[in-house]
């Protein structure tokens, strides 16, 4: 496959096709799409069969013509592309989510989400600083449009919400990247991660990618635009939403932060971890009182979305491939669980839980995979949450006994809002007429749930296809960050016992602060 | 230097004014009917005037011992405040042939010209009263033009209005170049400049500051800012567009000139200066646009608030700054001109003009391909990328990093998120809100459809494919002034 423009052809395909759905009638724009979307995930099933495992870093590499700030230079690594399989896994399946719920502008529908596809694949597939900034920003203006238009109630607050809380963070961010272009001379994105900047720039650049990144995450307290946004959002939008455009944080902390800015990452871990530990436990708990169904979820959301960030600041293996498979399978399960919020929704037209009941009763087919998808969302063994939470939490316990003792304990409050969810809705008895009346899945709405199931499944069975790729790249990543990894707050000195007891007293409750300046040499705790 | 030499390298301004004054003549036997001619004969000379800049004109050096300078920053001025103008005199037959009242009369194009040729004195101008005549021209123009509807109230008003303020700013412009005058003994930009690097008195920093603000008045910087929503509102509306465009580049062109050639080593002096006229043009004209529900109002602010993002590459102070500025001028009257094309499409039954951004409503359902362009422009406006107004953000936001200017940087591109929300509501009114009555289509106005096209082309991101040549040549026009 070398040579042939695999990645631009990706993005051609969407975006010729968005321009052609806007001139064509409803029903055609529709097929359209659904064409054009699952060409693009043809084309991904054979970007992922002919990616080279533990190959070269960087694949599929294309350098195009330099246009004056930005050059058209695209290629990918297994990060970028286990997170280009997941857009392009999921955007059949929203175009089939809006096959009969959307019935109002289908073309511009159509095509605000084949653009969409274009610039999540083009930010993930970037190898130009400025590219990447193109592609990362300009997915506003579909987005905007989309909670705009066909959103709920309350959308047009939500939609002026999304964009500029996360427009703010992004500009920010462009003039830490045109500082870093400056510096450095280049911004071919592998330059730039073997350039070393300054420590104490490090700390400024770092801190302007974080505001771009942790409202993109979103990160505690900067997260209060994600539930309005998707509980306005139409059933697709929101899987979108959590499915992949959420990922863009995590995606820029592991391309950008992290490889760019050791030092920096290095010494702001706490921030990452405090942050992290109160949105755990904060969201979790605001999960559980939520009336709204799509509310709940979104806040389960943030929820997820802490353990990757801790997972990426842990600086280790586990850590990082388990925020990996996090950011994998919190879209997958989180976009089945907005399906599943939209299959009742589009018969009852609430959101409001307690509207609900007995679903198992009458809707059985929908009740079981409901039933999947929130003990993959809790993380059962068997699931792909498993999967990613065991990683992840298992690297952070190496850095942060605290950190993962708090986070650790998300996994009980999930459990605990999860598990409710699910009894108000699919069990007891049902609450009314209009409710026993509601059919169970068709057959669209299987096709829609059934593979990402599977693929949910297949992840928590044997994650070592998802594993694979990335394997050379975290210890690409690792053998670049590992000079600056924090020190680790657990201390077990074999055959030292009083040395141990000394560091014990002198770091208290404190996860990590300080101990970089400790004489005592502690065993590995890896 | 032979005396043609010089006139060669004014042929510019010499095209135009003569041409000027021949269809004055032709206006005043023609009467009322000769309009259509003279306005396409107006376009010709200004073509006319673009074609003489490949000459001697584009690049001569200076001309008449040191009062005037033709070179590749002014050709470039000269180039945008030409095509800008042409745009203002092609877009006015549809709005005033349907508008009750004045007809357009063919001393409209003619102001037009003399305006023209007014700008280009001010962007060739080395001497601070070649600058002042230049000015002077191009305003005495522009305040006829601004009360071109004699019998409406609010045209009267913006005229008046702004002829009295801007009498206003001429006087302190005036007092600022007597100070430099009296302290340094010249006029002429190189001595000015070679004033200001000796030993500075008090006298000459006070002239800066004076010539300071009475360019701000002109280009319309916070604080001297506040006649311009009302004479965009006032205004009939081409020649808002032409005020928010054409006026617009010549005083920036002037700003850059004046900044650089005659007070550039006292850069550190007036760099305060503007940093504070960007940030709070920038500031204010976002919050205050807010409020609004005229259009022509909030694109009055809008431009306030784009000449604050300009300002910030002239605050840089570098070659790359000043390609910045001119790289924002550039795209700035492009994304300005094509809004105003598409306000001039709103009318009522009648041909009425309608101004609210109420009237906007569901705009996507009734004029799809018009409502598609206005929310390009505005999302350009805003910055945001794919668009090329994000372009135009990025290269001034780029030169002052470049200069080290790393708090003016964050703070002017977090303000932008404030200009942001109302461009937003813009596009909101646009697509989200139900439709009301839908602006009805008039025969006749290919042309005008056209010129919003293309003007919607240059902004979308096939407009990054022109970045080579648009920054070669702002950096060329750059490099003629260091």
Redesign the interface.
């Known amino acids: 496959m070398e040579g042939f423009p695999i990645l631009s052809l990706m993005l051609a395909v969407p975006a010729i096709a968005a321009v052609a759905c806007l001139f064509l009638p409803a029903q055609t724009a529709r097929t359209v799409a659904l064409i054009a979307t699952l060409i693009d995930f043809a084309l991904g099933i054979v970007l992922w069969t002919s990616f080279d495992i533990g190959g070269a870093q960087w694949q599929f590499v294309e350098q195009g013509p330099r246009l004056g700030f930005f050059a058209w230079d695209l290629g990918i690594d297994g990060f970028a592309l286990l997170l280009i399989m997941l857009s392009v896994f999921l955007m059949p399946i929203c175009i089939g989510a809006s096959w009969r719920s959307v019935t109002n502008r289908v073309p511009e529908y159509m095509a605000a989400f084949l653009l969409t596809e274009v610039l999540m694949i083009g930010t993930f597939a970037a190898q130009d600083l400025f590219l990447f900034y193109l592609f990362f920003e300009a997915g506003l203006i579909p987005m905007y449009l989309i909670i705009g238009i066909w959103g709920g109630a309350n959308r047009i607050y939500a939609s002026y919400k999304f964009f500029l809380y996360t427009l703010l963070g992004s500009l920010l961010m462009l003039i830490a990247m045109l500082y870093m272009v400056q510096t450095a001379g280049t911004s071919s994105i592998p330059r730039l991660q073997a350039f070393d900047f300054p420590a104490h720039v490090q700390t400024w650049l770092w801190l302007a990618f974080f505001a771009s990144f942790a409202v993109k995450m979103p990160m505690w307290p900067v997260h209060t635009w994600l539930p309005d946004a998707h509980v306005q959002a139409p059933t697709a939008g929101s899987v979108i939403l959590a499915g992949v455009l959420l990922k863009l944080g995590g995606y820029g902390f592991l391309r950008f932060s992290l490889p760019m800015f050791p030092e920096a990452s290095g010494q702001l871990t706490w921030l990452i971890f405090a942050l992290s530990s109160i949105a755990v436990i904060y969201t979790s708990l605001v999960a559980l009182v939520q009336a709204d169904m799509k509310k709940l979820i979104a806040y389960s959301s943030v929820a997820h979305m802490a353990i990757v960030t801790i997972g990426l600041f842990a600086f280790n293996r586990q850590g990082i491939e388990g925020a990996m498979i996090m950011m994998l399978s919190h879209g997958l399960v989180s976009g089945a669980l907005f399906l599943c919020v939209g299959v009742i929704y589009d018969r009852l037209h609430t959101r409001e839980i307690s509207r609900y009941g007995g679903l198992s009763i009458n809707m059985p087919r929908y009740a079981i995979l409901f039933l999947f998808f929130t003990m993959a969302s809790i993380g059962l063994p068997g699931t792909s949450g498993f999967v990613a939470e065991f990683l992840s939490l298992m690297g952070t316990y190496q850095v942060s006994t605290w950190t993962a003792l708090l986070c650790t304990t998300g996994i009980i409050l999930g459990a605990a809002y999860m598990l409710y969810l699910y009894r108000r809705v699919a069990y007891g008895e049902i609450p009314s007429e209009e409710v026993r009346a509601m059919p169970d899945l068709s057959s669209r709405e299987l096709w829609l749930l059934a593979p990402i199931a599977a693929v949910v499944l297949w992840m928590g069975v044997y994650p070592e296809s998802f594993m694979a790729p990335m394997r050379t790249d975290v210890a690409t990543l690792l053998a670049r960050i590992d000079r600056a990894a924090p020190p680790s707050d657990s201390k077990p000195t074999a055959g030292n016992p009083a040395a141990a007891a000394k560091a014990a007293a002198e770091h208290g409750g404190e996860h990590g602060a300080a101990a970089a300046g400790h004489e005592t040499t502690p065993g590995e705790a890896h | 230097m032979s005396y043609a030499a010089n006139l060669a390298m004014t042929l510019p301004e010499l095209v135009l004014g003569v041409g000027a004054i021949v269809l004055m003549l032709v206006s005043a036997w023609g009467g009322p009917g000769s309009t259509r001619l003279v306005s396409w004969a107006s376009v010709a000379i200004l073509a006319g005037a673009g074609i003489a800049l490949t000459g001697p004109a584009g690049n001569g050096g200076p001309a008449f011992d040191g009062l005037y300078r033709a070179d590749a920053f002014a050709a470039f001025s000269k180039v945008l405040i030409y095509i800008a103008t042409a745009i203002a005199i092609l877009m006015a037959p549809g709005f005033f042939q349907r508008t009750s009242g004045d007809d357009l009369r063919p001393e409209y194009p003619v102001l037009m010209l003399l305006s023209a040729a007014g700008m280009g004195m001010m962007v060739s101008a080395t001497d601070m009263l070649t600058l002042y005549v230049g000015l002077e021209l191009q305003s005495l123009a522009a305040y006829v033009l601004a009360s071109f509807m004699r019998r409406d109230a609010r045209s009267a008003e913006a005229g008046l209005k702004y002829f009295v303020l801007g009498a206003l700013a001429s006087g302190i412009l005036l007092y600022g170049i007597s100070l430099v005058y009296g302290f340094s003994g010249t006029t002429l930009f190189d001595g000015i400049a070679a004033a200001y690097a000796g030993q500075r008195s008090m006298g000459l920093l006070f002239g800066l500051v004076f010539v300071f603000a009475g360019i701000a008045f002109k280009i319309s910087a916070v604080p001297f800012h506040m006649w311009t929503p009302d004479v965009y509102e006032g205004a009939p509306t081409p020649v808002t567009a032409f005020f928010a465009s054409a006026p617009k580049v010549a005083a920036m062109g002037l700003a850059v000139r004046v900044a650089i050639e005659a007070m550039g080593p006292a850069t550190d002096q007036w760099r305060q200066i503007v940093i504070f006229a960007a940030l709070a043009s920038i500031v204010l004209g976002a919050v205050a646009a807010i409020g609004q529900t005229n259009i022509k109002r909030l694109l009055a602010y809008s431009s306030i608030n784009n000449v604050g993002f300009a300002l910030i590459g002239l605050a840089a102070g570098t070659p790359a700054g000043v390609a910045g500025v001119m790289t924002y001028m550039t795209i700035y009257i492009a994304m300005t001109l094509g809004s105003f094309l598409v306000v001039l499409q709103m009318r009522d039954e009648d041909g009425q003009p309608v101004e609210t951004i109420a009237s906007l409503s569901g705009m ?2 009734t004029r799809p391909a018009l409502a598609a362009a206005m929310a390009m422009f505005m ?1 350009s406006l805003a910055g ?3 668009l090329f107004g ?2 135009a953000k ?1 290269a001034v ?2 030169a002052a ?2 200069a080290g200017l ?1 708090p003016l ?2 703070v002017g ?2 303000a ?2 404030i200009g ?2 109302y461009y ?1 509501r813009v ?2 009114t646009m ?2 809100d139900e439709p009301v009555t839908a602006f009805p289509r008039f025969e006749g106005e290919v042309l005008q459809g056209g010129l919003i096209a293309v003007a919607a082309v240059f902004i979308s991101p096939l407009g ?2 022109a ?2 040549l ?2 070669g040549w702002a950096m060329a026009a750059a490099q003629a002034l260091f």
């Open positions: 996507s359902r999302f945001i990328p794919p994000f372009y990025f936001f780029d990093v470049a790393f940087a964050a591109i977090a932008s998120t942001a929300y937003l596009v909101k697509y989200f990054y494919f970045i080579p648009l920054g």
